[in-house]
């Protein structure tokens, strides 16, 4: 499942940029907002900025309720 461009501006929109990840699990934040800064151009890449747009509910729908977005390494840690 891919989002739309428009859901993953719009959930880029809300984020402000920043990872949203509040995972209790990982423990570089422990259940607060990662809050790491990140940088349009750098979706999908490894280093500084980088950032991917993730399902909250991986058999979920393609939808901006459904779409967060993570830093690199946080969406790293989504992959069992």
């Known amino acids: ?3 739309p461009d428009s859901v993953v ?3 880029w929109d809300r984020s402000g940029g920043y ?3 509040n995972r209790v699990s990982h423990p570089d934040h ?3 907002k990662c ?3 990140l940088v349009w151009a ?3 890449r490894d280093g500084q900025g980088a950032w991917e ?3 909250r509910v991986s058999t979920g729908p393609d939808t901006l309720s459904n779409c967060e977005i993570l830093c ?3 969406h790293k840690l989504t992959i069992p």
């Open 1 to 3: 499942m891919v989002f």
């Open 30 to 32: 422990l259940g607060r």
């Open 53 to 55: 747009a993730h399902h």
């Open 42 to 44: 750098n979706r999908g």
């Open 72 to 74: 690199w390494k946080c």
């Open 9 to 11: 501006s719009d959930a």
């Open 19 to 21: 990872c949203e990840c």
């Open 35 to 37: 809050g790491k800064a």
